[in-house]
């Protein structure tokens, strides 16, 4: 029975251990309880806050932004591959290509 209760104390500190590395550093924190646990800790004034809303837009628009650039490129290297095998000739040779006729 001890060791029962040995394990159950050892479990609720290991928990403990794991709220407490999660809450208390935005690091580690992984999902939206977690992180408004760690804000709310700040104890931010509303204009601190508001501040801190116009950042985290101006990164997530930022990543949306690099996001799609990176879908235009894969979908753009897809163009270039399917033209390779299209005329049967190297990627590379597709740029050389495309950069002469962009230079004409």
Same mark, same amino acid.
């Given at each position: 029975?001890?060791?029962?209760?040995?394990?159950?104390? *050892?479990?609720?500190?290991?928990?403990?251990?794991?709220?407490?590395?999660?809450?208390?550093?935005?690091?580690?924190?992984?999902?939206?309880?977690?992180?408004?646990?760690?804000?709310?800790?700040?104890?931010?004034?509303?204009?601190?806050?508001?501040?801190?809303?116009?950042?985290?837009?101006?990164?997530?628009?930022?990543?949306?932004?690099?996001?799609?650039?990176?879908?235009?490129?894969?979908?753009?290297?897809?163009?270039? *591959?399917?033209?390779?095998?299209?005329?049967? *000739?190297?990627?590379?040779?597709?740029?050389?290509?495309?950069?002469?006729?962009?230079?004409?």
């Amino acid at each position: 029975m001890t060791d029962i209760n040995l394990q159950n104390v *050892i479990n609720a500190f290991d928990e403990l251990d794991f709220e407490n590395r999660t809450t208390k550093n935005l690091e580690n924190a992984r999902n939206r309880m977690q992180m408004k646990t760690y804000l709310s800790s700040l104890d931010y004034s509303l204009r601190r806050l508001k501040i801190l809303e116009e950042v985290v837009s101006e990164i997530v628009e930022e990543k949306q932004t690099e996001l799609v650039k990176q879908e235009h490129i894969q979908t753009y290297k897809a163009k270039i *591959i399917q033209l390779s095998r299209e005329y049967k *000739i190297s990627y590379q040779d597709v740029i050389n290509i495309m950069n002469k006729l962009k230079h004409q």
